[in-house]
């Protein structure tokens, strides 16, 4: 045996990279990552009226639900172990100044005094965005033609304060107003919800993932497209002042959303700021697994447990999936 091949086997003998994998027991002894129900919130669509359970055509096995019939999915959600929601409101009546959105008797501070009243230990967190408010779509004020900025920011402090005020423990603006973080927790402030948290979707793209929410939301702008506020998805750093700012004014957490296609943002986030990071597995994420399980092309168990395990390894701490329900099932 020459003096290479000595040197070769005594290698192959010392790194045998597959000891730690052989055996269920051990690969979960080493892992380095674990998806767990403590990283999971399950969105649930909200509309006005009673006994309703719409499907949405594009997000199969996802509905909107009135409030009395939203008790009854939140119970199956509860007794899957789920801790956290969010919701999401259609109103009834739309208009350009998105009053429904800050009633206090609108469809999500109805659905969020019952909840609380049946779950008072389920955590509720709501979707804060004018766009499914808005005749025209958009997330904020359009005055000639434009989205303003600074209009939108009373709006948006408003409906807020109208979460918090029906018990709410995180509102989550979503509509990529700048300040609006720091409008909205000066507003809860000043009326007395210092307790309730602010996840701002700080690092949210103009992406074509969203295709299936805004069928589910009856979302979709009337004109134009939101890349003059929501991000260009091929900026990196930028997304990185937009969360600094966040936090700067206040924001408990910062979301990244999509998740998928960009895990390199949460990865950075999680490096460089010192609160948690959460990530949104959207509904374009949610329904290509769907479709593609449906003609067996997947393994769908498989792929959503993978799915999610790589948005936590990431580094997001928190995760909207609207996969959630199932990965708790399949976790157990």
Not at 196 to 212: D, H, Q
Not at 298 to 324: F, N, Q, W
């Amino acid at each position: 045996m020459t003096p290479n091949e000595i040197r070769d086997t005594k290698y192959e003998r010392r790194n045998r990279y597959r000891r730690l994998r052989a055996s269920p027991t051990l690969r979960n002894l080493v892992r380095e990552t674990t998806l767990t129900p403590d990283d999971l919130i399950q969105p649930f669509f909200v509309v006005e009226g009673s006994n309703k359970k719409e499907p949405i055509a594009s997000m199969p096995g996802i509905f909107r639900y009135s409030p009395d019939l939203l008790l009854k999915a939140v119970a199956a959600y509860r007794k899957a172990g789920g801790q956290a929601c969010l919701l999401f409101g259609i109103p009834n009546k739309k208009d350009n100044a998105a009053s429904q959105a800050y009633a206090a008797a609108g469809v999500v501070p109805k659905a969020i005094r019952q909840i609380k009243k049946e779950f008072p230990d389920l955590l509720v967190a709501t979707d804060v965005c004018l766009c499914a408010y808005m005749t025209h779509g958009h997330c904020g004020v359009v005055k000639g033609g434009v989205i303003d900025n600074d209009l939108s920011l009373p709006l948006l402090a408003r409906m807020a304060l109208a979460h918090a005020a029906a018990g709410a423990d995180i509102v989550a603006p979503s509509d990529m107003m700048d300040f609006r973080v720091g409008r909205i927790r000066a507003g809860l402030d000043k009326n007395k919800f210092t307790g309730v948290a602010i996840l701002s979707y700080a690092v949210k793209y103009a992406s074509a993932y969203y295709g299936p929410f805004r069928e589910a939301a009856d979302s979709r702008p009337n004109f134009g497209d939101r890349k003059t506020y929501q991000m260009d998805p091929a900026n990196q750093r930028e997304a990185l002042k937009e969360a600094e700012q966040d936090v700067t004014e206040g924001a408990d957490i910062v979301m990244v959303k999509p998740a998928l296609a960009y895990l390199d943002v949460v990865a950075l986030l999680r490096r460089r700021l010192n609160v948690p990071v959460a990530a949104y597995n959207v509904s374009g994420e949610y329904s290509m697994v769907k479709a593609a399980a449906a003609k067996n092309w997947v393994d769908e168990k498989a792929v959503v447990l993978e799915t999610l395990t790589s948005i936590k390894r990431a580094g997001a701490k928190i995760i909207v999936s609207y996969h959630a329900q199932d990965a708790l099932r399949w976790l157990k």
